[in-house]
């Protein structure tokens, strides 16, 4: 079962997790109560993984309990809700190799949240931070070989039977192609590598020119 | 079972990584661009002073030896002779050779020593003229170890910056901006001018026509190209350092295709403009028309 709760305000479907660092928020996201338990908001025009899943992507991809390794972590944004989703009893090892950015991730979510562990490291490198295997390898870090990237480290850490959640952004990959062609192509990639990929979802209007590409190895 | 993964051990594991992390954070925010902003601005306090101190002991010893400061252009090269010579008599061929000099400027240099038109010069003197001398070599090798520090931070920090504009200029461009932080959010337009921020008020002020080049005019692609090119020029460059600056900013890693777009881009740009454009007859404003170099000359004789 997901963790995830969705509901409908004023016309708009929207997305709430679990507070796991009780009272304290990551960005400005709303603080709300839900029968006696805080839950955050979850916004899809900054998360494309909330963008993803009120797209048609299944909310169980993640569940309490799981372990995700997340590949980009950027200030913490999604990351931050990854944790609330898996609960004390998941984790998430984060990963994001500009200083500059991941310090926001460190403060506001590493320090704060028990289930998280973060590295300031290159993603080309799993070795650095392969300390658990893990259900999820969640990518986001925006390369023109990002897929590569994000095979390398389900090779490295996932389990067998274990999901690849990967965001593509055509643009980074290639600025002329048209973004369907950019989004076959990558799923091809991952096929040829003996993944089998359930759903593309592009991520519009939330984002202009991302998918999400989920996929499983087999058991 | 492998003991990986277990939850006392994922503990340990994350108080070890929380501090990993934090230590390269802490690293990362010693701002390293910011001492090779100091360093940039050093090299070039090095150079002028360098230039001061060099011609003034070379002029110095030039009333004892006139004809040497003739036959050797490099001042520095001048004060090591001075500094291992002492006076007009000490110039040993031995010592001339040792300095890398070839078999017949040293016969000339010893031929002219010993017609020298140059006056004698005091114990007291020569002291003070070896003095300058040794300052001279002492700055230009501290000058050296400048210029190796700034490629190497370049290297380090800004390295697509540096693969458009080299080390140097691309240094001097981020001291401009104040950082590489700063260098990243600014526009194209701005990178294209900065360092001829006089020449843009006073087009501004009086309605003559802004700059082309600030900075940039000391890039090989725009101050050897034709007159004509050169905005054209500086203005492709400009493009490639903003997008450089921002990449060695926010990612940090090295695109071998900025450089390469860059010269496809010049290239098109001589092939294009290759003939200048038909001359315009002379307009009224003209003579306040001054663009960044022309201006730097100017300021020297209105001073
Ligand atoms: C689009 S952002 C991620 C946003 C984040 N997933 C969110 O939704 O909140 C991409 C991030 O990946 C990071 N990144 C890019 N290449 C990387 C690499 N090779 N290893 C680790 N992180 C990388 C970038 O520094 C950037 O912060």
New binding site residues.
């Given amino acids: 079962m997901s963790r995830v709760v969705r509901e409908e305000r004023h016309g708009r479907r929207f997305l709430l997790t679990p507070n796991l660092a009780r009272g304290t928020r990551v960005y400005n996201e709303e603080l709300v109560l839900r029968g006696g338990v805080e839950y955050r908001t979850w916004d899809p025009f ?4 909330a963008a993803a899943m009120l797209k048609g992507l299944p909310e169980d991809v993640i569940r309490e309990g799981d372990r995700v390794l ?10 931050s809700h990854v944790s609330d989703i898996v609960g004390e009893t998941g984790l998430v090892i984060g ?4 200083a500059r ?1 991941a310090r926001e991730f460190v403060e506001n979510v590493a320090r704060k949240r028990n289930n998280v562990i973060p590295y300031v ?4 490198d799993p070795s650095k931070y392969n300390v658990a295997k893990v259900d999820v390898v969640y990518c ?4 023109p070989d ?1 897929t590569e ?1 994000a095979l390398e480290n389900c090779r490295a850490m996932l389990k067998p039977g274990g999901t690849l959640l990967l ?1 593509v ?1 055509a643009r980074s990959i290639d600025v002329l192609k048209d973004p369907r062609v950019v989004f076959g192509e990558e799923v091809k990639k991952l096929e040829r590598a003996g993944l089998a990929v359930t759903s593309v979802i592009e991520l519009s209007p939330f984002e202009k020119d991302h998918a999400l590409v989920a996929a499983k190895l087999a058991a | 079972m492998s003991s990986e993964g277990t939850q006392g051990n994922l503990d340990e594991v994350r108080r070890r990584s929380l501090q990993a992390a934090e230590e390269a954070i802490r690293a990362a925010s010693s701002r390293p661009d910011l001492h090779l902003v100091q360093a940039i601005q050093a090299l070039d306090d090095a150079d002028k002073f360098l230039n001061i101190t060099a011609t003034r002991a070379a002029e110095w010893y030039g009333l004892h030896f006139p004809e040497l400061t003739q036959m050797v252009q490099d001042n520095v090269a001048l004060c090591r002779i001075v500094l291992s010579a002492g006076k007009r008599e000490g110039l040993t061929p031995e010592l001339l050779q040792g300095r890398g000099f070839t078999e017949k400027k040293v016969e000339a240099i010893l031929t002219a020593r010993d017609r020298s038109k140059g006056g004698d010069i005091s114990d007291e003197d020569l002291a003070r003229v070896r003095a300058l001398a040794s300052l001279a070599v002492e700055i230009s090798g501290n000058r050296d170890k400048l210029n190796e520090y700034v490629e190497g931070a370049m290297k380090r920090i800004a390295p697509n910056v540096r693969e458009v504009a080299g080390a140097t200029i691309g240094a001097r461009l981020m001291a401009k901006a104040g950082g590489l932080d700063r260098l990243a959010m600014l526009p194209a337009s701005t990178i294209q001018i900065l360092g001829a921020e006089k020449a843009l008020f006073r087009a501004l002020r009086t309605g003559a026509r802004p700059p082309k080049h600030g900075i940039l005019f000391q890039h090989e692609a725009v101050h050897a190209a034709p007159k004509w090119q050169r905005g054209k020029i500086a203005r492709t460059i400009a493009n490639k350092i903003a997008i450089a600056a921002r990449v060695d900013y ?2 940090g ?1 090295e695109e071998a295709s900025i450089r390469s777009g860059l010269d496809k881009r010049l290239e098109s740009i001589r092939e294009k403009y290759k003939e200048p454009p038909p001359r315009q007859p002379e307009r009224r404003e003209r003579p306040q028309r001054r663009d960044g170099d022309r201006d730097r000359r100017q300021k020297h004789r209105r001073r």
């Avoid at chain 1, 997340?70 to 990351?79: A, D, F, H, I, K």
């Avoid at chain 1, 986001?140 to 390369?143: F, N, R, Y």
């Fill in positions: 900054r998360s494309k993984l997340y590949l980009g972590t950027s200030t913490g944004t999604t990351p990963v994001e190799f500009s950015v490291e290159d993603a080309r986001d870090i925006a390369q990002q990237i965001v952004k | 926010y990612r890693t």
